[in-house]
């Protein structure tokens, strides 16, 4: 069974930093591109950043210069480095990954989702 699990959400005021942690677990064979998505309340679920295995990376616009996606392979884990905080940040964010389980046949990845950390950004 995989499994992504994330830490460090948390209450910030505006203008503040934060760093998101999200590590994958199981029986895994390889982990593909991974990523960072954030849930407003009553608004859909918005693509942050992705990083792939060889570490090219994709933002939001909305995020560019502000935040830095990044990941250690040998611990499966993906980081986000969250700096300006706005309160428009303000989200459930919800860890992503594309992974090749050991048990897969033809080694097909699947898709896999944390449970979310709430980041809050007051003014």
């Known amino acids: 069974q995989v499994q992504l699990v994330e830490s460090g959400g948390d209450s910030v005021q505006a203008g503040g930093s934060l760093r998101l942690s999200c590590t994958a677990s199981?029986?895994?064979?390889?982990?593909?591109?991974m990523g960072w998505y954030r849930q407003a309340p009553g608004k859909q679920r918005d693509l942050v950043a992705t990083i792939t295995s060889g570490g090219t990376t994709n933002y939001a616009d909305s995020v560019k210069g502000r935040f830095t996606i990044s990941r250690d392979n040998a611990k499966n884990t993906v980081y986000l480095q969250m700096n300006s905080l706005k309160p428009e940040d303000t989200a459930v964010y919800y860890c992503?990954?594309?992974?090749?389980?050991?048990?897969?046949?033809?080694?097909?990845?699947?898709?896999?989702w944390g449970q979310g950390t709430q980041v809050t950004v007051s003014s």
């Open positions: 992503h990954a594309l992974i090749v389980p050991r048990a897969s046949a033809l080694r097909r990845e699947y898709d896999y």
């Open positions: 199981g029986s895994i064979f390889s982990i593909n591109t």
